[in-house]
C-alpha cells in the first residue's frame, strides 16, 4: 500500500507564502494537490506528470501557484505565493496510475491526510 506524507501549511495573512510537501513510499505517475473547504466539492490545484515533467494547474492558482518534484526524496512540493484569503482550505496530496484529467479526483487512487492552510486579511 502506498502511503503519502504530507506536511508544510500554517496560517499566514494575505500575500504571504507557504510550502506544502508530500513524500510518496513509492513511486507514483501521477501525483497532485487539492482542496476542499467545508461545504465545498474537493477541486484540483496542481498536478505533475513525474515521468515526463508536465505540470498543470487550476486558472485560480495560475502564476502563484508552483508544483514541483523531486525524484531522488520522492516528493512533489506546491509552493504558494501571493495567498488570497480564498485559498483557505484543506489541502490534499494525491498520487495516481491511470489519470486522463490530472486535476479531477478520478483517476486518483492514493490520497493524504490532508493539510490546514489558513490565509487571513
Known amino acids: 500500500q502506498v502511503q503519502l506524507v504530507e506536511s508544510g501549511g500554517g496560517s499566514v495573512q494575505a500575500g504571504g507564502s507557504l510550502r506544502l510537501s508530500c513524500a510518496a513510499s513509492a513511486y507514483i505517475p501521477y501525483m497532485g494537490w487539492f482542496r476542499q473547504a467545508p461545504g465545498k466539492e474537493r477541486e484540483g490545484v496542481a498536478a505533475?506528470?513525474?515521468?515526463?515533467?508536465?505540470?498543470y494547474y487550476a486558472d485560480s492558482v495560475k502564476g502563484r501557484f508552483t508544483i514541483s518534484q523531486d525524484n531522488a526524496k520522492m516528493t512533489v512540493t506546491l509552493q504558494m505565493n501571493s495567498l488570497k484569503p480564498e485559498d483557505t482550505s484543506t489541502y490534499y496530496c494525491?498520487?495516481?496510475?491511470?489519470?486522463?484529467?490530472?486535476?479531477?479526483?478520478?483517476?486518483?487512487?492514493?490520497w493524504g491526510q490532508g493539510t490546514q492552510v489558513s490565509v487571513s486579511s
Open positions: 494525491a498520487g495516481g496510475s491511470a489519470v486522463l484529467r490530472p486535476l479531477v479526483t478520478e483517476g486518483y487512487t492514493y
Open positions: 505533475i506528470s513525474r515521468r515526463y515533467d508536465v505540470t
